[in-house]
């Protein structure tokens, strides 16, 4: 089994930045991707980005150019930093834990964290 706990999130300004961080314990994968999803109010859940056991990553249409994944191995943490934040970037954030490498599709997850709240005030 794998737990994924979720820390940060809350209100931000338009223009402000947002850190979320994920923590991992639990089984552990040799060949894994960790990705970060959204999900706004009445919207479908939405690819921010991933990272993979070869620390490639991907990011979605949204978050190009204004985010970064990274992680912590000796920590089992991921984080995700986004910049220029706007108020259409109000959510809930998942992380999520998948085998097998970068996958766009929230169906491909089998771990999911408890999901954190980001609000972008204008």
């Known amino acids: 089994q794998v737990q994924l706990v979720q820390s940060g999130g809350g209100l931000v300004q338009t223009g402000g930045s947002l850190r979320l961080s994920c923590a991992t314990s639990?089984?552990?994968?040799?060949?894994?991707?960790m990705a970060w999803f959204r999900q706004g109010l009445g919207k479908e859940r939405e690819f921010v980005g991933a990272?993979?056991?070869?620390?490639?990553?991907e990011y979605g249409d949204a978050a190009k150019g204004r985010s970064t994944i990274a992680r912590d191995n000796a920590k089992k943490m991921i984080y995700l930093q986004m910049n220029s934040l706007k108020p259409e970037d109000t959510a809930v954030y998942y992380c999520?834990?998948?085998?097998?490498?970068?996958?766009?599709?929230?169906?491909?997850?089998?771990?999911w964290g408890q999901g954190t709240q980001v609000t972008v005030s204008s």
């Open positions: 999520a834990l998948r085998l097998g490498g970068l996958n766009r599709s929230p169906r491909e997850y089998s771990y």
């Open positions: 990272i993979n056991w070869n620390d490639n990553t």
């Open positions: 639990g089984r552990t994968f040799s060949f894994y991707t």
